[in-house]
């Protein structure tokens, strides 16, 4: 099955869900989410050839409705994959890394169209890849030589049907991957970006 016709018959169901279980219907809900991320870095003109890296992002969510307005806020929690591989001097260098992020977004719901934006703070969890210096040779190196923490901000859209939503969202990372001064010569001023499409279920 094509996914556009999947994700049809999945808006179909989920509009037949009962009004209780809308994630629209101004009461506090917890929730899962669960998709697909893809990213890259940005932010250096000595990268070249810059290639994301396509992976998972899942974790829960609260989502806690600001009096009677359409605004809501909504914590999360979630597990995301990150990296890319680009090219310094002549020679390829790759980095694979994976976050437990804490975004906190302002919503805004208008019938079934959800709008949201905030900051978020990322952890590191582990991370490996090469880097290579000028004359090409490796370097190795773990989470221990990276920056601990990314600091960042996100927007995003979706679609909000019964208990059911798919949304897109994009962020961008405000701290150079790059940790120690070795890494930082070697990796410059690269920050995280990334964007993820995933299904949202509201209990």
């Given amino acids: 099955m094509k996914l556009h016709s999947f994700i049809l018959l999945l808006f179909l169901g989920a509009s037949a869900l009962p009004l209780h279980a809308q994630m629209t219907d101004g009461k ?3 929730g ?4 697909v991320t893809g990213s890259n870095l940005y932010d250096d003109a000595k ?3 810059r290639n994301g890296r396509v992976g998972l992002l899942g974790g829960a969510f609260v989502k806690i409705p600001l009096g009677n307005s359409n605004f809501s806020l909504r914590p999360e929690v979630l597990y995301a994959t990150k990296g890319a591989t680009f090219k310094r001097d002549s020679f390829i260098s790759s980095i694979k890394s994976s976050y437990i992020e804490v975004p906190l977004s302002l919503e805004y719901n208008l019938s079934i169209v959800n709008l949201h934006a905030g900051l978020n703070a ?3 969890a582990n991370a490996n890849g ?3 210096d000028e004359q090409g040779n490796p370097i190795n190196f773990d989470k221990e030589d990276l920056e601990k923490l990314d600091l960042g901000w996100h927007l995003g859209a979706g679609l909000d049907l019964g208990n059911i939503g798919l949304h897109l969202r994009i962020n961008r990372g405000l701290k150079n991957v790059g940790g120690g001064q070795t890494l930082s010569g070697l990796v410059g001023d690269l920050k995280n970006s990334a964007w993820s ?3 949202v279920y509201g209990f």
Avoid at 32 to 35: C, E, K, N, P, S
């Fill in 32 to 35: 899962l989410r669960l998709g």
């Fill in 197 to 199: 499409l995933t299904l």
């Fill in 122 to 124: 990322s952890l590191l």
């Fill in 47 to 49: 990268a070249q050839d």
């Fill in 130 to 132: 090469e880097f290579k």
């Fill in 28 to 30: 506090l809900r917890f």
